[in-house]
Nanobody
Framework: QVHLVEFGGDSVQAGGSLRLSCVVS????????MGWFRQAPGKQREAVAV???????IYADSVRGRFTISKDNAKNTLYLQLNSLKVEDSATYYC???????????????????????WGQGTQVTVSS
């Protein structure tokens, strides 16, 4: 069983930055495909960024070039650096994980219809103009 806990959500002004953290317990996350999702009120949940066990990454078009996903295996922590934040980035952000050797690209595609098994509780990001 994998347990995920997110930290770092906050209220910031447009153009600002945040770093979200997701602490993983239960298993090391070196052998998992992991990602960040977000969901705004009234909108569908969407995958934002995915990283696989080899460290390859993929991003949604809406955040590419502004957000960076990374992980520290020694600290069992997944990160999402959010830069140049926009009002439309406001949402609850969730980290998620699946066991196995999916690549980041595979995870991004598979998770559209078959969501990851493990989820955190979410952390709120609010961006004001």
């Amino acid at each position: 069983q994998v347990h995920l806990v997110e930290f770092g959500g906050d209220s910031v002004q447009a153009g600002g930055s945040l770093r979200l953290s997701c602490v993983v317990s239960g298993h090391t996350h070196s052998g998992y495909c992991m990602g960040w999702f977000r969901q705004a009120p009234g909108k569908q949940r969407e995958a934002v960024a995915v990283i696989d066990s080899d460290g390859s990454t993929i991003y949604a078009d809406s955040v590419r070039g502004r957000f960076t996903i990374s992980k520290d295996n020694a600290k069992n922590t997944l990160y999402l650096q959010l830069n140049s934040l926009k009002v439309e980035d406001s949402a609850t952000y969730y980290c998620a994980a699946d066991e196995g050797r999916m690549t980041a690209i595979e995870g991004f595609e598979v998770w559209r219809d078959d969501p990851p098994h493990y989820w955190g509780q979410g952390t709120q990001v609010t961006v004001s103009s």
